[in-house]
């Protein structure tokens, strides 16, 4: 495949029908150096929410920041349903000149929506996440965990079918992150959200998905999925969860050995 | 098996105050008085120094006057109402080139940080005009402009200048790419996003060069006006100084050096420091008791 024809398939494209996200071969590589994604396909159904687990170096965020339409594919196609997703970072990324509802309020201005309703509709998003009383607090006066509920409100804000998620429980301590687990699969619920969330972590994945994709590092490529056939509301720390956990661990395991030693 | 919503509400309320403790800090009028008595008190040290060094009479008092023959020489001064003139005059000299400084220095910061060619060919010269003393062109300015406000200016705003553009150059480089990065998911493009993200983003550096450029213009702005005195021009602190240093007036001198100092350090404790702090403290980097 030509340079060209790669650009020419870069762009993503906003569909009206079909599964929220839809990736067929896509391949992504940085200058010379080897793929990082290697002919990826995977469809994400609407409302359902999506696992991309792996090791370092299998190109999760830069298969998250192709859907983003950060970064351009060297060859494939990204198809969304309804518009531009929303992202979500490991850190919270709040913008610290402004306090927690100015950074919710700035994505609906983005977006075009008027003042009063941006002032309404970030009450709303605040409450959901449960920070409604800490709009006017600045943002390095909030905790690790209501930081990334203001990103999640801000998120939110932008409207999209489709959250993409970064690894956003990462830099948590294990009590918040488990809190957040909780809250997301009801925002979840609440919202009707489809969310594609990228992890390194086997049972925040098994915790949270309705289905996982397990992908190999160096290039990154599909290896396995897992269907989980968990009822929510789901714990961490269930015997389903952890059995489920220790399968794909293992299978995981097996991909990274292959880099040691042959290589 | 699993959390009730409000049991996770509650939880999760007891979960947040558990991690923003509220640390409060001394009062306002505490915090002023602990941040003003120690320079004061070194103050009146120096002075109880002077006071002693002039009365062992180890110098000439035509080469040390008294603390007191000085506040007396400024009195006069003020008295005569060249003091009020002089101050006037400088201080409205230095405001006027500021702003000028301060909009040459935004586009030209602007440009420079964000046009990559320009930043090539343009950044290494406007780093290293910092390290020239803009005084070294009073004579090449004298020559061009003669001896008038021109000059005054011309001085002023090649002092300050590069310091405001290094300034908004340090500002936008040190944005950290992530909130670019989230600007453009959020949809901010162009004009919206240097509005929204690049421009807040580059703040505090930007402040900390308009100080340092506010420092540069006083100080351009005094050494112009020690060289350039004719009566076109006016009283200034500065020509005010020159003129004390004709009449051999000792006192008159050291007058005119606490008067350029104490505008300096009036105008930066009012205005620079008040404004930097804020900038830093709403974003969390300046711990609250300083």
């Given at each position: 495949m030509t340079i060209l024809q790669g650009r020419e398939a870069a762009q993503v494209q906003v569909v009206q029908?079909?599964?929220?996200v839809s990736v067929r071969g896509l391949t992504k590589r940085f200058g010379a150096a080897p793929n990082v994604l290697e002919d990826v396909s995977l469809d994400v159904a609407e409302g359902e929410f999506l696992c991309i687990l792996g090791a370092s170096g299998c190109g999760k965020s830069t298969l998250l920041s192709l859907v983003a339409d950060l970064d351009q594919p060297t060859s494939g196609t990204v198809e969304v349903l309804g518009g531009k997703p929303s992202l979500m970072f490991?850190?919270?990324?709040?913008?610290?000149?402004?306090?927690a509802e100015e950074n919710v309020q700035l994505a609906l201005r983005l977006k075009g929506v008027g003042k009063a309703e941006r002032r309404e509709r970030t009450q709303e998003l605040l409450t959901l996440v449960r920070l409604k009383d800490a709009g006017k607090k600045r943002v390095h006066e909030l905790s690790g965990g209501m930081r990334q509920r203001v990103a999640m409100a801000r998120a939110l804000a932008q409207d999209s079918h489709v959250l993409l998620m970064d690894?956003?429980?990462?830099?948590?301590?294990a009590i918040t992150r488990d809190v957040l687990h909780e809250e997301l699969v009801r925002i979840r619920e609440s919202q009707k959200l489809t969310v594609l969330f990228v992890t390194h972590n086997v049972r925040e994945a098994v915790r949270l998905g309705d289905r996982v994709v397990l992908l190999s590092s160096r290039?990154?490529?599909?290896?396995k999925e897992y269907d989980v056939?968990?009822?929510?509301?789901?714990?961490?720390?269930s015997p389903q969860v952890a059995a489920l956990s220790v399968s794909i661990t293992d299978d995981l395991r097996t991909e990274i050995r292959r880099h040691g030693g042959q290589s | 098996m699993t959390l009730q919503t409000d049991d996770l509400a509650s939880l999760e309320a007891g979960l947040d105050a558990l991690e923003t403790s509220v640390v409060t800090g001394p009062s306002r009028g505490r915090r002023l008085w602990a941040a003003t008595w120690p320079p004061l008190v070194f103050v009146a040290l120096l002075v109880g120094v002077w006071q002693l060094v002039y009365e062992a009479h180890v110098v000439a008092a035509y080469r040390l006057p008294s603390p007191a023959d000085t506040l007396g020489a400024l009195r006069d001064q003020w008295d005569s109402g060249d003091l009020r003139e002089a101050v006037w005059n400088s201080v409205s000299r230095g405001a006027l080139g500021f702003a000028a400084s301060l909009v040459i220095g935004t586009v030209l910061g602007l440009v420079v940080g964000r046009v990559k060619p320009v930043r090539r060919a343009v950044g290494p010269i406007l780093s290293g005009l910092q390290?020239?003393?803009?005084?070294?062109?009073v004579p090449a300015a004298i020559l061009w402009f003669g001896t008038n406000s021109a000059t005054i200016y011309f001085v002023v705003l090649l002092g300050a200048v590069p310091s405001i553009a290094n300034g908004m150059i340090s500002g936008l480089d040190q944005v950290p790419p992530l909130f670019l990065r989230v600007g453009r998911v959020l949809g901010a493009r162009g004009l919206a996003s240097a509005r929204h993200v690049l421009l807040p983003a580059a703040l505090p550096g930007y402040v900390g060069g308009m100080r340092q450029g506010w420092a540069f213009s006083w100080r351009s702005l005094m050494a112009a006006e020690l060289v350039a005195r004719t009566p076109e021009l006016g009283l200034g602190v500065g020509q005010l100084l020159d003129l004390s240093r004709q009449n051999a007036d000792i006192a008159g001198v050291i007058a005119g050096v606490f008067t350029i100092l104490v505008i300096g350090i009036a105008i930066e404790l009012c205005l620079f420091a008040p404004l930097e702090r804020t900038v830093l403290r709403r974003r969390g980097l300046l711990a609250a008791t300083l």
């Open positions: 029908t079909g599964p929220a490991q850190e919270p990324a709040l913008f610290p000149w402004l306090t690894e956003p429980f990462a830099a948590l301590d290039p990154g490529r599909v290896v056939k968990i009822d929510q509301p789901r714990r961490i720390e | 390290s020239l003393p803009s005084v070294a062109w």
